[in-house]
């Protein structure tokens, strides 16, 4: 393997209240079931996973300056952060990380003020709208990209 680097996952805002928040959007999983599986699709890939959540706009921001060493790539749902934070943004363009936008259901099928993604015009690539396999789906497309030494 040409990285030993972890795969970081990183969770916005209110994403902490998944499983009882919104279930008919976001479905019953909560976070610690998502972290489980990501770290156990990750293990399969030879790889590790660095779960963080937070409600902050500069914890997100200081944690994807922090992979720019120490992350292989980074999974990201964003939240809400995703449709307004050009501080996520920039950051995600300084990193030279791999980035794969995630989100568990489908903004574009939602509200018109969630159709725009300034994440997405930042990441690597988006995967959104298959409610928890999202986030295994990133796991894969991330190491991969980790694996092939690709940046954002």
Not at 116 to 129: M, P
Request: overall charge negative; glycine content about 8%.
């Amino acid at each position: 393997m040409p990285d030993a680097k972890p795969i970081y996952v990183l969770n916005g805002p209110n994403l902490n209240l998944l499983g009882t928040r919104e279930p008919e959007i976001y479905g019953r999983a909560t976070l610690a079931d998502i972290e489980k599986a990501c770290a156990a699709r990750a293990g399969q890939l030879g790889r590790t996973v660095l779960f963080r959540q937070s409600n902050i706009e500069g914890e997100l921001v200081d944690w994807l300056q922090e992979a720019r060493d120490k992350a292989a790539a980074v999974v990201l749902n964003a939240g809400a952060y995703t449709h307004t934070s050009v501080a996520i943004h920039d950051a995600i363009k300084a990193i030279g990380v791999p980035v794969i936008e995630t989100h568990l259901s489908n903004p574009s099928a939602r509200e018109e003020f969630r159709h725009v993604s300034l994440v997405g015009k930042a990441a690597k690539g988006v995967i959104a709208g298959f409610g928890a396999t999202s986030y295994l789906l990133a796991i894969e497309a991330a190491a991969l990209l980790a694996n092939e030494g690709q940046s954002a």
